[in-house]
Each structure stands twice: as C-alpha cells, then as structure tokens.
C-alpha cells in the first residue's frame, strides 16, 4: 500500500492560480501511475489529470486541458498540479490517487465519468475559487 499526503489548496478569486502537491511513501517502487481527481458538492468524483510515472506521459480532463498541469519530482515520490486560469467550477476536494489503470478516450484525454475502482488514495485538500 502507497500512503498519499496533499497539500497547497485554499481560497483563490477566478483567474489566479494554485499548486497542489502529493507526496508518496510507504511502497513506491512501482509506482506507475498517479493522478489527482475531485469532487464538487453534490457531485460525482472525476478524472483531473494523470501521468505515468516511467514515462512522464500526461493525460487530462477536457475540462482542465491547456489551464492545469501535472508533473512529478520522481527523486521526492511527488506529483504536482498546477492550476492556472481558476474558475469557480473549479472548487472541489482534490485527491491523490495511485495504483490505478489509466482510461483515456480517442482523443487521448481522461474519459468521461471515469474513476479507478481500485486504487490508493490521499485524504484531500480543498480548493475553493470565487467569482
């Protein structure tokens, strides 16, 4: 079992920008993919933004496509979301999550609806963007 840990959410107005990061421990030798993922109130939890790990390859939510973006520190077992261009839509928990197959559409962004049954995941942090 991977532990997660998030960290970097908070209050942001619309437009700005914040960095969430998730730092991995426990067993790490095969992480391969990792991704973060959130829910709204009232919402269902969705895809944000995965990579893997060997090969650096990102995936996105078309939601998200060309505002956020996820990287790792492969030497600190970290991955990171930048968040640019916040709106309000944008406020949800965000969570770690590893240990997972990746589902990505035609287009190669993160299919719709998808979150992994099976997977290890961090306890959260809050984003919350006004208008």
């Known amino acids: 079992e991977v532990e997660l840990v998030e960290s970097g959410g908070g209050s942001m107005q619309a437009g700005g920008s914040l960095r969430l990061s998730c730092a991995a421990s426990g067993h790490t030798n095969n992480l391969d993919y990792m991704g973060w993922f959130r829910q709204a109130p009232g919402k269902e939890r969705e895809g944000v933004a995965v990579?893997?790990?060997?090969?650096?390859?990102?995936y996105y939510a078309d939601s998200v496509l060309g505002r956020f973006i996820i990287s790792q520190d492969s030497a600190k077992n970290t991955v990171y979301l930048q968040m640019n261009s916040l709106k309000p839509e944008d406020t949800a928990v965000y969570y770690c999550?590893?240990?997972?197959?990746?589902?990505?559409?035609?287009?190669?962004?993160?299919?719709?609806?998808?979150?992994?049954?099976?997977?290890?995941w961090g306890q959260g942090t809050q984003v919350t963007v006004s208008s």
């Open positions: 990579i893997y790990i060997n090969a650096d390859n990102k």
């Open positions: 999550a590893t240990n997972f197959i990746v589902r990505v559409n035609r287009r190669g962004t993160l299919e719709v609806g998808w979150v992994p049954s099976n997977a290890d």
